[in-house]
């Protein structure tokens, strides 16, 4: 015991904190999520962290094979090299620590450096995430988590490369060494070789598995659909491990992400229960049964022969776990330094441990009725543009309760006011702006999200995202555009992967040009002032869509009706029209001949950016004339029909009204 401590006390007095940092790290996960209150805790804490300095850091035993990022080699910057030409992995250590020349490629039977040269690039991503996991403890603000987020979202996606880039040996897990026949026990080093390659698997889906829990720590609803993969996996590798063989390095760190994922995820409930077999009567949260999972796992690491019962864990921690409406598991500790009644917390700040004492520090972040109580409201942005403005009273027909804030640069409401609409400032161009939708006394409970008006939409559309997932905003409908492989379209498809990847319900609506372009946009100033209509989209067709039907989409995909969760649909029109034919018609109703004048794309750029349009916004919009000149938007269909239960506005009758109206007349 003493010797343990004091490897603790050289670590902690360490002039470097990260693997300090990654050691509490693994001692909360341990007492956050489980580890036994019992004499022999510290014996089960070290073998992990020792676990962690083996098969992680890519030096063999913990002391001698510190690991830092910046040290680290990259696909760009390879490990670095001795005068003799060998590798090394991480910084070479001075004193008696140093490894020798015989020492520096652990593992020692991995002669193809395959082992050393991969996970020495994997390690690089759990010491990433365990400092981030540190930051994300400590969190206070929503611009803090969504921050903790978006750099966890990052690495998950570098996960993802360094999986792929992985050598056959390591992804393969039909030639797994459990699958295969043995006349003979394997020797220790044997053993150790076929559990880091078989055990790549487990790893991998252990760090995406926390990578998630940092995203999300009380597991709310919608998960992700990787969580119940990734459980599935490391289940089956656990179930063909036989009972007490080897330490199972690899297998350690994906059995416990389980553990912390099922303590969390009520949506993955069903696929532990089936894969343990276990009595569905049974409630999942008194941990009657998920949680034999980390039985397994110290059974399988120590081989004791004992059995440890959760429910006298959380007698001794004093943990209770329960259902929440609002919640998918709610922790909830009774701290009696000073405390008459129990109080409830959304997350636990961090433990503190030395020796066999622990003692509990826990943010005091109330589950208020912060989401309970607020009254609920739906989110436009671009509340006063074309289609945020025709959703509104949709949403406020007589008879609904529905609240609605309307986010623009004016912060205003239509005129005349709709009941139940509140005006928000916002300003893309202002990411000051970006927090005051979820500053108000409402919970958000749908949000219709328009990509910012800029050539580099993605980062501040990122910024606005990561604040809502932040505010857990359920559901998301995102207007893009029909046409993804030109002008904006690429960073629209970008934005709809990132919304796809929030873990939150969404829809894409990628709608057609819109009818009310030339009614509310620069094509009524030419039509109304020069009796004429500029592009360069030569004759060309469009399936030209009503907003006031884009909006009737939205409506439904923000109640969450329709069958529109989880879909990206075309919103399209009901006809396909030239600029020629709608300059032909336009004359016809106006009594004036309307001219279509046809330019060259770079032409068109000119025009924009003479009128205040930045150049490259200007450039892409006329990629899409471009699109159009070459018949490629000449297409009908769509979902009209199937979400509304009727045909859309056809692109006649909007003239007319239009006409009628008096919009497009000329001013004597």
């Known amino acids: 015991m003493n010797i343990l401590l004091a490897y603790w006390g050289q670590i902690a007095n360490s002039e470097r904190g990260l693997w300090f940092q990654h050691l509490q790290g693994a001692r909360d996960i341990i007492l956050y999520r489980g580890g036994p209150r019992t004499s022999d805790f510290l014996t089960r804490f070290f073998a992990l962290l020792d676990i962690s300095g083996s098969l992680w850091s890519g030096q063999g035993p913990l002391l001698p094979g510190h690991y830092w990022i910046e040290d680290a080699p990259t696909p760009s910057s390879p490990p670095k090299q001795l005068p003799d030409g060998s590798l090394v992995n991480g910084p070479v250590l001075p004193g008696p620590s140093a490894p020798s020349k015989g020492q520096l490629n652990w593992p020692y039977y991995d002669d193809g450096g395959v082992m050393t040269s991969t996970f020495h690039l994997f390690m690089i991503f759990i010491a990433k995430v365990s400092r981030l996991s540190s930051r994300a403890m400590a969190a206070t603000t929503p611009e803090e988590e969504a921050q903790v987020r978006m750099e966890a979202l990052e690495i ?36 150790l070789e076929e559990e880091a390659f078989s055990s790549t698997k487990a790893c991998m889906h252990g760090i995406v598995m926390f990578i998630y829990h940092i995203i999300n720590p009380l597991g709310l609803e919608p998960q992700s659909a990787e969580i119940p993969e990734a459980i599935k996996d490391v289940l089956e590798i656990a179930e063909e491990t036989p009972e007490g063989y080897g330490l199972e390095m690899g297998l350690y760190y994906g059995l416990f992400a389980v553990g912390i994922t099922v303590v969390n995820n009520y949506t993955i409930e069903e696929v532990v229960r089936r894969k343990l077999k276990a009595d569905t009567r049974i409630a999942l949260y008194n941990a009657d049964r998920a949680l034999e999972l980390l039985e397994v796992l110290w059974r399988r690491q120590h081989q004791y022969n004992r059995k440890f019962d959760w429910r006298e864990v959380q007698k001794q921690m004093d943990i209770h776990i329960c259902i929440c409406p609002c919640l998918s598991v709610l ?25 066999n004492k622990i003692s509990l520090r826990i943010l005091p972040l109330q589950v208020d009725r912060l989401q309970a109580e607020k009254k609920s409201a739906i989110l436009l942005l671009g509340g006063t543009g074309k289609v945020s403005r025709r959703i509104a009273p949709l949403l406020c027909e007589a008879g609904s309760t529905a609240t609605v804030l309307l986010a623009s640069r004016s912060g205003s409401v239509p005129t005349p006011s709709l009941p139940n609409c509140i005006g928000i400032h916002f300003d893309w161009l202002d990411p000051a702006t970006y927090s005051n939708p979820f500053q108000t006394t409402y919970s958000i409970s749908a949000l219709f999200f328009i ?14 995202l990561d604040l809502a997932r932040a ?28 919304i796809k990847e929030m873990g939150c319900e969404y829809t894409v609506l990628r709608a057609s040009w819109f009818m009310e372009n030339f009614s509310e946009m620069h094509h009524l100033w030419t039509i109304r002032d020069e009796s004429r209509i500029v592009a360069a989209a030569g004759r060309g067709k469009v399936p030209w869509v009503s907003v006031g039907d884009v909006a009737g989409v939205a409506v439904r995909a923000l109640r969450g009706e329709g069958g529109l969760e989880g879909r990206e649909v075309l919103v399209l029109g009901e006809e396909l029209w030239g600029f020629d034919e709608i300059a032909e ?12 004048v046809q330019m060259e794309e770079e032409d068109l750029v000119r025009d924009m950016v003479g009128v205040g349009v930045e150049e490259k916004l200007a450039i892409v919009l006329a990629e899409l004339d471009g699109v159009v000149r070459r018949g490629e938007e000449e297409r009908l269909g769509g979902c009209l029909r199937e979400v509304l239960g009727r045909r859309g506005k056809f692109f006649g009758e909007y003239v007319e009204e239009c006409v009628g109206s008096g919009v497009c007349v000329r001013e004597e």
């Open 156 to 191: 998950r996606n570098e996960v993802e490369m360094w999986w792929q880039s992985c050598p056959p040996g390591l992804r393969d897990q039909r030639t797994d060494w459990r699958r295969q026949p043995r006349e003979r026990k394997l020797t220790v080093a044997e053993t």
């Open 331 to 355: 922790i909830v500790m009774q701290i009696y330094s000073g405390l008459s009644e129990l109080n409830q917390y959304h997350l636990f700040n961090h433990f503190s441990a030395y020796s």
């Open 451 to 464: 990509a910012p008006p800029v050539y580099d939409a993605l980062p501040p559309a990122k910024s606005f």
């Open 471 to 498: 505010h857990h905003v359920p559901r998301v409908v995102f207007l893009s555009g029909s046409v993804l492989h030109a002008g904006d379209g690429p960073v629209l498809a970008q934005i709809a992967t990132y």
């Open 585 to 596: 018609l336009l004359s016809q109703n106006l009594g004036r001949k309307i001219e279509y």
